[in-house]
């Protein structure tokens, strides 16, 4: 692993993430507020810090909540998209300006999702909105038919399930 993602795990205290990489969360809004798809009371907000290493991904998942990506340091992130057809994939890059990313993008709550670092590592942070709770978290390769389906019709993105 580079240096330097050794280094950000350590001194951010970095734990490993179920969907890949590594976070901390770093804020939990005290305002609570109505989530209309969950039909439940939260966290108006949360955030927090993720880093991918070279060779990790995130695998396909998606979320209930509307999520907004943050570079921060190291190589762009690629993040793939699809919806719930998973017909067309959208590849999009997170990263500084001028080397073909936007250092902010926002991903919409139910689509999949997948990200890979393109170089060492990749350190981002993520808002969500209402607040993220692991039971929104859906896995792709919990779903066998779209899983399936989805390495039909993109082979190339079937190691990301």
Same mark, same amino acid.
């Given at each position: 692993?580079? %240096?330097?993602?050794?280094?950000?795990?350590? #001194?951010?205290?970095? *734990?490993?993430? +179920?969907?890949?990489?590594?976070?901390? @969360?770093?804020?939990?809004?005290?305002?609570?507020?109505?989530? +209309? =798809?969950?039909? @439940?009371?939260? +966290? !108006?907000?949360?955030?927090?810090? $993720?880093?991918?290493?070279?060779?990790?991904? *995130?695998?396909?998942h998606r979320c209930l909540s509307d999520e907004i990506w943050h570079y921060h340091e190291g /190589? %762009?992130?690629?993040?793939?998209?699809?919806?719930?057809? &998973?017909?067309?994939?959208?590849?999009?890059?997170? /990263?500084? +300006? /001028?080397?073909g990313g936007e250092p902010i993008l926002a991903i919409e709550a139910g689509l999949w999702l997948?990200?890979? #670092?393109?170089? =060492?590592?990749?350190?981002?942070?993520?808002?969500? /909105? %209402?607040?993220?709770? $692991?039971? =929104?978290?859906? $896995?792709? *390769? =919990? $779903?066998?038919?779209? !899983? !399936?389906?989805?390495? @039909? &019709?993109? %082979?190339?993105? !079937?190691?990301?399930?």
């Amino acid at each position: 692993m580079n %240096p330097r993602a050794e280094e950000l795990i350590s #001194s951010l205290k970095l *734990s490993p993430h +179920p969907e890949g990489g590594y976070y901390r @969360e770093v804020f939990r809004s005290r305002k609570r507020v109505s989530h +209309p =798809d969950a039909g @439940e009371v939260r +966290p !108006a907000l949360t955030g927090i810090y $993720f880093l991918l290493a070279d060779g990790q991904v *995130s695998r396909w998942h998606r979320c209930l909540s509307d999520e907004i990506w943050h570079y921060h340091e190291g /190589g %762009p992130l690629e993040l793939r998209t699809a919806g719930p057809g &998973l017909e067309r994939i959208e590849r999009r890059l997170l /990263g500084p +300006p /001028g080397r073909g990313g936007e250092p902010i993008l926002a991903i919409e709550a139910g689509l999949w999702l997948t990200a890979r #670092s393109t170089e =060492d590592y990749t350190l981002t942070g993520c808002a969500v /909105g %209402p607040g993220f709770e $692991f039971r =929104d978290l859906e $896995f792709l *390769s =919990d $779903f066998p038919k779209e !899983a !399936a389906r989805l390495a @039909e &019709l993109h %082979p190339e993105t !079937a190691q990301f399930i």
